[in-house]
């Protein structure tokens, strides 16, 4: 008689577990749920800041590894490649695939089931993608493949000479595996695309604890930042790249004619050039808009350097605007909104088409344009600042929301069906199987 086998230990692999990006915002938050639903998390990632036991660091599985970056450039921007290439790509998938069965090994194969974090999903590292489908294929663990932005909705990776890789692995359609998007678009288009089927989980937020407040350490960010404590900070929590719409907050506050306006935003370029970034700053000058970008004092914790400078979170800012800006193009859900919400902050958000369908419905108070700014946009602003009492109504309002639809308890709750059913599929003899067959296979 077959017993059925109970999860409790899951490897979760992404690419990077590191800093303030979305996938590890919200991989953390996950963690954060499955260990208090009783699962334990260990990692396997290309980059980490943490120095935790659970957390297996392998460079190669990191995007920007040199021998990664070498191929990523020569895949994308043409259709054919060659075979030299091909080589690369198999000599590092080996490497990876190598070192993902040295972790299932570092666990005594007592790993019951993987999440892959957005590493099938966009393909920044083909190799590791073909590595963790191979894994997956041979040896039948149950897997949650969680998608945050899939390669067909970045326009930089549309010509491109792996088609039949990006087929196999990004994302792979494999029984063992349950698929998870972010929002309903995505859930239509990988169905129409691939034929499969996923649950759909927004991004949340930990809705029942408290926002930070200013403090002793924080309590220095304006000065820090260049600002007077009178300044009015419009706050844009996001990285610079173009489809933040960075221009339109610009444009915002040079429409406001208020000499203590400021735009704070919080984060770098990244990983998308510096061009976006120029166009910015000079945009900014040329419309007479302070702009301060100042990301070497902002972290992913807060800390004092040797020299005694502050470091702050972007949590240590927030308490300090007075209005966030949110004007994105295309979002794949909205993480900034969430955490506006969570400190109370009025917001301008732009109608990218994943919050039409996904979060406007749902009734939150916010100042929305529709792909530019108007007179009307520029009026609900300045009536909001100049009203606390209704600010207080609108922001208390949309707290109350988001607590209902993007709370850690939805997240329980959707998590809890999808693994259930991994459990009544998995029998503890095909699992001591597997035991038996990974150690085989991490022979080979």
């Known amino acids: 008689m077959l017993t059925f086998a109970k999860i409790k230990n899951i490897g979760i692999i992404l690419t990077r577990y590191a800093g303030t990006d979305g996938v590890t915002l919200e991989t953390r938050k996950w963690c954060h749920v499955l260990e208090r639903m009783g699962y334990n998390c260990y990692f396997f990632a290309g980059e980490s800041d943490s120095d935790s036991e659970m957390i297996t660091t392998v460079p190669e599985a990191f995007f920007d590894h040199p021998g990664i970056q ?21 000599h590092m998938r080996k490497i990876i695939k190598k070192e993902l069965y040295n972790f299932l090994e570092k666990y005594s194969y007592s790993i019951d089931m993987l999440i892959v974090e957005n590493a099938l999903t966009i393909p920044m590292n083909i190799p590791l ?22 390669y067909w909705e970045r326009e930089r990776f549309m010509v491109n000479s792996v088609r039949d890789l990006l087929a196999t692995a990004f994302p792979p359609n494999l029984p063992s595996m349950q698929h998870v998007v972010i929002n309903s678009q995505a859930d239509n288009n990988l169905s129409y695309r691939t034929g499969i089927s996923s649950h759909i989980i927004p991004n ?30 419009f706050l844009q929590p ?11 907050s610009i444009e915002v506050l040079n429409r406001l004619k208020n000499p203590k306006a400021k735009l704070v935003i919080t984060h770098s370029a990244g990983d998308e050039g510096m061009e976006y970034q120029d166009r910015i700053i000079s945009y900014a000058k040329l419309l007479n ?28 800012i927030y308490p300090h605007a007075d209005f966030v800006t949110y004007p994105s193009l295309y979002e794949g859900f909205g993480n900034a909104f969430l955490e506006a919400i969570f400190f109370k902050k009025p917001i301008l958000v732009n109608r990218y088409s994943i919050y039409q369908q996904d979060i406007e419905p749902i009734g939150f108070d916010v100042v929305s344009m529709d792909g530019y700014v108007t007179d009307e946009v520029v009026r609900k602003i300045r009536y909001i600042l100049r009203h606390p009492e209704e600010k207080k109504r609108s922001v208390n309002r949309n707290y109350e929301l988001a607590s209902r639809f993007f709370s850690y308890d939805v997240l329980e709750q959707k998590l809890s069906a999808i693994i259930s ?15 038996r067959e990974f150690s085989m296979l991490s022979e080979e």
């Open 70 to 90: 070498k191929i990523q450039k020569k895949c994308f921007g043409s259709f054919t490649r060659t075979s030299r290439l091909t080589g690369r790509i198999h």
């Open 129 to 150: 993608g073909l590595a963790i489908t191979e894994l997956i294929a041979e040896t039948g663990i149950p897997t949650i493949a969680h998608h945050h932005d899939f």
């Open 421 to 435: 059913n991994f459990e009544g599929t998995t029998s503890e003899r095909k699992r001591k199987a597997k035991q």
């Open 289 to 316: 808009v302070p702009l301060i970008i100042k990301p070497e004092i902002i972290g992913s914790e807060r800390k004092i350097t040797p020299d005694g400078r502050k470091i702050y979170t972007t949590w240590d």
């Open 204 to 233: 949340v937020f930990q809705y029942a604890a408290s926002a930070p407040s200013i403090d002793d350490y924080n309590k220095d960010v304006r000065k820090d930042l260049g600002m007077e404590e009178d300044d009015i900070i």
């Open 238 to 248: 996001t990285r610079i790249v173009p489809r933040k719409g960075i221009e339109h």
